[in-house]
Nanobody, 127 residues
Framework: QVQPVESGGGEVQPGGSLRLSCAAP????????TAWFRQAPGKEREFVAT????????YYADSVKGRCTISRDEADNTVVLQMHSLKPDDTAVYFC????????????????????WGQGTQVTVSS
């Protein structure tokens, strides 16, 4: 299956933590980067974090830097986004996206570089 499938998400109080997972087994044998984007109501979709196929390169949006960690589990080709110290502004639908890359350390930041997109999972941060 090439289309990423997200899991996790839900509702949490401010300051809480959530773990999002993304699986795209259909891309396991090819170089690809995996990223998370999010879209809040009335706002444009924005980049959150990305990780290279090698797992060695990660980039984060300034808005989540220091509060999120993205990692790749090579055993099952799953990408995890661990989020801490969540704020109400983090409320959004989170999408996992995957895109083939030429190099194992490539990790694009633009949504246009990602071909395969999941259905999204809702994250709500509210007291």
């Amino acid at each position: 299956q090439v289309q990423p499938v997200e899991s996790g998400g839900g509702e949490v109080q401010p300051g809480g933590s959530l773990r999002l997972s993304c699986a795209a087994p259909g891309l396991a044998t090819t170089y690809h980067a995996t990223a998370w984007f999010r879209q809040a109501p009335g706002k444009e979709r924005e980049f959150v974090a990305t990780v290279s196929w090698s797992g060695e390169v990660q980039y984060y949006a300034d808005s989540v830097k220091g509060r999120c960690t993205i990692s790749r589990d090579e055993a099952d080709n799953t990408v995890v986004l661990q989020m801490h110290s969540l704020k109400p502004d983090d409320t959004a639908v989170y999408f996992c996206a995957a895109g083939r890359t030429i190099r194992r350390h490539s990790a694009p930041l633009q949504s246009s570089d990602y071909t395969y997109w999941g259905q999204g999972t809702q994250v709500t941060v509210s007291s």
